[in-house]
């Protein structure tokens, strides 16, 4: 017999749903799964269940992408929050790292990703229209750019930064800088390096 034989169907399509997931390998998929199976049987369906329930409630924000239970999400919907700052982001798990913080009063745009060519992802494909629309919009102060200290990031935060220099030339840009390592990841930094970053930005003349 082969071994598709012996290999259970019911775990072979489950790990491949899971490698649909962005950045899960069959590795990641595998360790995930055989993980889960070893939760006693009570825990494994409370996480079912918990799964089943964020894909029935998840939204996403029709203002600004961030990834909510309300939309639009509690950010854009609160008053206290100025929407004269704009802190651009790759994903929403980078927005809810800084908000951890409790120090950022404006509010959020996620991209949804960040340039990176040799996956094919172009500024076509990010969120970047809406973001133009709400600068217009809100007559905005300061856009910071708080995309990745990575190759991708700094790519996307150059593009965008000769963007908004070209459409609104009084536009104060700054970029987060300090703080964070180059190679990091926002939501993986921990909280000094990434208040260090907010508050020491750089500002573009």
């Not at 990010?126 to 905005?140: A, F, G, W």
């Not at 000769?162 to 609104?168: I, M, V």
């Amino acid at each position: 017999m082969m071994f598709e034989d012996y290999f259970p169907k019911v775990i072979k399509e489950s790990l491949e749903e899971l490698s649909k997931i962005p950045t899960y390998g069959e590795r990641t998929s595998s360790r995930f799964l055989y993980n889960l199976l070893k939760l006693p049987a009570e825990e494994r369906e409370k996480l079912l269940k918990s799964l089943l329930s964020l894909h029935e409630s998840v939204k996403v924000c029709s203002e600004c992408g961030l990834v909510s239970d309300t939309d639009p999400c509690r950010i854009c919907s609160d008053p206290k929050r100025s929407k004269k700052f704009i802190c651009v982001v790759e994903e929403s798990q980078d927005a809810y790292s800084i908000e951890r913080l409790e120090r950022y009063a404006g509010v959020y745009h996620v991209l949804g990703g960040r340039i990176a060519p040799m996956e094919g992802i172009s500024p076509q494909d990010l969120n970047i229209d809406k973001l133009l629309e709400r600068i217009e919009k809100n007559s905005v102060k300061e856009v910071i750019i708080a995309t990745n200290p990575n190759l991708e990031g700094e790519a996307t935060a150059n593009y965008l930064i000769r963007l908004l220099r070209k459409r609104h030339s009084k536009l104060k840009i700054s970029r987060i800088s300090h703080g964070l390592q180059f190679g990091s990841l926002i939501e993986l930094a921990d909280d000094l390096s990434l208040e260090k970053s907010i508050e020491k930005r750089t500002i573009f003349p």
